[in-house]
């Protein structure tokens, strides 16, 4: 029986491992795990796990109510792009964050911060969320 | 892949519905879509000079089929726009729809196989069918119409895990855009009042427009003798900081459409028929940037390519528009087009620059915010004013010295990064 990629991520979140995958020709990293490498585009593909520690390079928020009803009772939320320590990008909810315009202008003048994986969970389903460090 | 055409290509007529609410705006009230959709390609039929026999095959789009109940618009539309027993097809290229179309039907008619073809696309953002009526229309949530529209997204990973357009596509980006040339947040979001005093403007200029109100005369009407403090009150308020609801899309529904064809119905066209030199196509998927977000890669390839094959620099371009659904992004895109020199974007915005009467005009519609944005029509509503421009017949708004190479970029949702090239001129 065929595995899905798609339900062995939430899996592996569920299981606190941000797992994706590398390219056995380029070596090169796709995350989350798709069917091909975003690089080269072979399918000769391997797991690979990743440390979930990265930078937060800028933080926002979304709106509320948001477009997607599972976040309803979380919205509005702080949102940001971080930089994996393995070089990838990820785009996700930031935890423990106050949305206040001064608040979120402070954290952009500080520049880019570390923060690290904080899997939390949406109605039954685990989401890839940061915090701060 | 050679790249080029290998026989010259023209838009003949265009054709644009108002962009607006079916329930609510007076040109477009309580016309179903298929009525729509006739609207704007009987325009398009006449500006082209061209009766329906003489259309070979039609490409037809819609993107939240939600709102339309139109899955199948080759066959639900061809009744309604003359095209029956043509070669017909539905394409949804988000966004780009119509300029994909336009690129689809160049190929086609370059390659020989057809002489004439029409692109059409039609979208309503703000209502759907009531109870299955099929004349009857009910509002729609906004969050109910992103929902919908959000299944253009990454649905595997990024959708699942909180994406929202408004952090993605305008706060990151503008923070991005501020810390790499030193804007301070309030340096920029003046410069944001600016452009959309810039846009609104345009829009008061067209009566195709869903806001034909200037942003001085909201303020005014909203009880601010100041419009920079109307700009910075909670009736404007941050979408994703930095980013203001004025800087962003205003959801509309409409219908656009264009004629397409081979040199000798240019020939026989005794008006001024608009070649297109070129186009690029290239997609992504999220992350659409990197460590720098104010460059989103895919741009940099259908830029190249549409460039490439027209034969033009940036430097040759005399009108520009770009998606500009949210306005940072729209500098950017820009900028990365070499029409605007990098990290002067927002300056020249609020210099007045990008006016239709300033040296770098852009969007002289109104834009995605205020002529308003329907999805797979937009594009098309691009192409009809840079058309109009073109031609010399803008009106109030016409650019001085008619355009003669316009640069068309769309980015479909979410994200197929489309560059048409057009030239007009005698």
Redesign the interface.
Known sequence: MPESIVKNYYDNLKNGKLVGAKCKKCDGYTFPPTTACEHCGSMELEHKQFSGKGQLLFVTHGVAPPPNPRFFDLAPYAYGHVQLEEGIFVQGIITGIDIDPDNLQKLFEKGPMPVTQDIIEVEELPILAFKLV | MEGKFSEPVYILGSGCTRFGNLLETPEIKNLTLQELAAQAVKEALADAKTSPDEIDAFIIGNVTMQTSNLPATYSQLSKWIGMEMKAGVHIDAGCSTTNAGAAIAATSIASGVYKKVLVVGIESTLSRPYKLSPYERETI?T?EM??W??YCINQ?????????????Y???V???Y??KYGYS?EEFDRCMFELCKTRRMHASMNKKAINQERLEDEAKRMGFNDPYEFWKSPYNP??????RLRSAVVPADGASAMILSCKEGADEYDGMPIELKGFGISVG???W???D?TVQTYDVHSFKKAYDMAGIKPEDIDYLHVHDCSHITSVCVAELSGYLPEGKGIEYAKEGRLRFDGDRPMSTHGGRHAFGHAWAASAGSDTYEAMKQMRGIAGQRQIKSAPEICVLHTHGYGMISTVLVLKGGK
């Open positions: 949530p969050e992103w929902l529209t959000d595997a990973y990024s959708v699942p895990q909180g994406y929202d357009i408004f952090p993605v305008n706060g990151i503008a923070l991005g501020c810390r947040i941050y979408l994703a900081w930095p980013s998927d999220l992350p940037y990197a460590g977000s």
